[in-house]
């Protein structure tokens, strides 16, 4: 074995042209650190400080595929080391990026465990992109893997390798950047309503927010979201028990067939009398009017629970045609936990039936932003006191309204992802990756589900 000297010129590999419609050759060479003397031909072995660079060397008993695996091995918690490769890009081209690892007795993967791509205009650094896919291969090993698009100008790109602060070993084997097809748009059209139903009957109720999802489903919304408790407001019904208040409901029945004539997702509050047993609850009927999921409010104020609900204790994300969502019911929304949990778990837009806050003016604008913002997702929001809004993941107004029975919607984009420049990461960043890679689990414990890694999530991992 041998310690890594720090270097800090980059040797750029040359690589073989290509053009836009090319080939998927890799471009990155001895991909699988099989041509090696006492350091892997065409790779970098560096470190921010010489002293606390791992040992690295060569494993030719441990290998995915070929007759070896770089491995890097540490008895200092402070380690930090790297295996970097530069080679020729096409900025605004597509590429897929692949890289095996696997790791012994490293006690967090999205602490210690980083792969980076970092976008280069000649020397000048334009940007950078985390590789934060990742799931669980054969043989113990995992893969980590993403398609990524070189930001315009880029004419190269920086493959980093990292093993950080941890004791442990790293193998890793089969590194590849191949040029791929462009990652098309997953556009979904989403809708939500604002409406404080008039009563003073629940059938008065049902009529208006019928004909408000029969406008959605005219219109080609694919998933519109309803607010919290609506068949009994200005009823005096409230959360007591009544047919409309249960899941086979008059209410229910309505959204069911509504769902189904327009093969439209319907995400809406009810109150849910099972038995003696009273949930404040959202319900999700699929496009076949069939109700897919039901979200139990999990944060009760004392009014609810006074009036005899009680909590869910499950935070879950719901898989759609379209991707993956979550669904939070009004004071939910004020504990950064509960969608920190679904977007964790890999929700890319979060619905939420809620009544208001009143704690303050548009205090439910600046909490609804401040969600879609912290977790990279959309949020869409069906609320009574204040504006409905369909929020996108820069924490974007895309549409809002304050005005009684009325229907907003927007086509979005589930690829979207803000490119910000950071304070501290030199050039901008992809935000769904930076949180997620950046994100101490390690430090902060278990929050709703725990991955794999026996953490609390970095990464967002496609077996979560």
């Given at each position: 074995m041998k310690r890594s000297t720090l270097y800090f010129q980059i040797v750029i590999t040359a690589c073989l042209c290509f053009s836009n419609s090319a080939s998927s050759e890799n471009l990155v060479l001895n991909a699988g650190f099989?041509?090696?003397?006492?350091?892997?031909?065409?790779?970098?072995?560096?470190?921010?400080?010489?002293?606390?660079?791992?040992?690295?060397?060569?494993?030719?008993?441990?290998?995915?595929?070929?007759?070896?695996?770089?491995?890097?091995?540490?008895?200092?918690?402070?380690?930090?080391?790297?295996?970097?490769?530069?080679?020729?890009?096409?900025?605004?081209?597509?590429?897929?990026?692949?890289?095996?690892?696997?790791?012994?007795?490293?006690?967090?993967?999205?602490?210690?465990?980083?792969?980076?791509?970092?976008?280069?205009?000649?020397?000048?650094?334009?940007?950078?992109?985390?590789?934060?896919?990742?799931?669980?291969?054969?043989?113990?090993?995992?893969?980590?893997?993403d398609k990524i698009k070189a930001l315009p100008g880029a004419t190269a790109a920086e493959i980093s390798l990292e093993f950080r602060w941890s004791t442990g070993t790293v193998w890793w084997d089969d590194i590849g950047l191949e040029v791929c097809a462009d990652i098309p748009p997953r556009n979904v059209k989403v809708g939500t309503v604002y409406c404080r139903p008039p009563g003073p009957t629940v059938e008065k109720n049902i009529a208006v927010m019928s004909e408000l999802l029969d406008k959605a489903g005219q219109a080609g919304c694919q998933m519109i979201c309803l607010p919290e408790g609506w068949p009994t407001n200005n009823t005096g019904i409230g959360m007591q028990q009544h047919e409309v208040n249960t899941?086979?409901?008059?209410?229910?029945?309505?959204?069911?067939?509504?769902?189904?004539?327009?093969?439209?997702?319907?995400?809406?509050?009810?109150?849910?009398?099972?038995?003696?047993?009273?949930?404040n609850v959202a319900a999700l009927y699929n496009r076949q009017g069939v109700i897919q999921a039901i979200y139990k409010k999990v944060q009760l104020p004392d009014s609810e629970a006074q009036s005899g609900a009680v909590p869910g204790n499950e935070l879950p994300v719901f898989t759609t045609d379209f991707g993956t969502i979550g669904i939070l019911i009004c004071w939910d929304?004020?504990?950064?936990?509960?969608?920190?949990?679904?977007?964790?778990?890999?929700?890319?837009?979060?619905?939420?039936?809620?009544?208001?806050?009143?704690?303050?003016?548009?205090?439910?604008?600046?909490?609804?932003?401040?969600?879609?913002?912290?977790?990279?997702?959309?949020?869409?929001?069906?609320?009574?006191?204040?504006?409905?809004?369909?929020?996108?993941?820069?924490?974007?107004?895309?549409?809002?309204?304050?005005?009684q029975n009325s229907l907003i919607m927007s086509t979005i984009d589930l690829n979207f992802s803000p490119p910000w420049d950071w304070v501290g990461n030199a050039g901008r960043g992809d935000w769904k990756g930076v949180w997620r890679k950046d994100r101490r689990g390690d430090v902060f414990g278990g929050i709703g589900v725990q991955n794999a890694s026996g953490g609390d999530g970095g990464p967002v991992s496609k077996n979560k």
């Open positions: 099989e041509n090696s003397g006492s350091e892997p031909t065409h790779w970098v072995l560096t470190g921010p400080v010489a002293s606390m660079v791992p040992i690295i060397s060569f494993d030719h008993l441990h290998a995915f595929s070929g007759s070896s695996a770089l491995k890097m091995e540490s008895t200092n918690i402070n380690c930090h080391g790297r295996a970097v490769q530069v080679v020729k890009v096409t900025g605004g081209l597509t590429y897929l990026f692949n890289a095996r690892f696997i790791t012994k007795e490293v006690a967090s993967i999205d602490k210690s465990v980083m792969i980076r791509i970092k976008w280069l205009k000649g020397d000048e650094n334009i940007g950078y992109h985390y590789i934060v896919d990742i799931e669980d291969e054969s043989k113990g090993w995992s893969l980590a893997s899941l086979e409901g008059s209410a229910s029945q309505m959204m069911a067939l509504k769902a189904k004539q327009y093969g439209m997702y319907i995400i809406s509050g009810l109150y849910s009398w099972i038995g003696d047993t009273l949930n929304y004020a504990f950064p936990e509960v969608a920190r949990a679904m977007a964790l778990q890999g929700a890319e837009i979060l619905f939420c039936p809620i009544a208001g806050d009143v704690r303050g003016t548009d205090m439910w604008k600046v909490i609804s932003r401040s969600r879609a913002v912290d977790n990279a997702v959309y949020f869409v929001n069906a609320i009574y006191d204040g504006h409905s809004m369909i929020i996108n993941p820069a924490g974007e107004v895309l549409q809002e309204t304050g005005t």
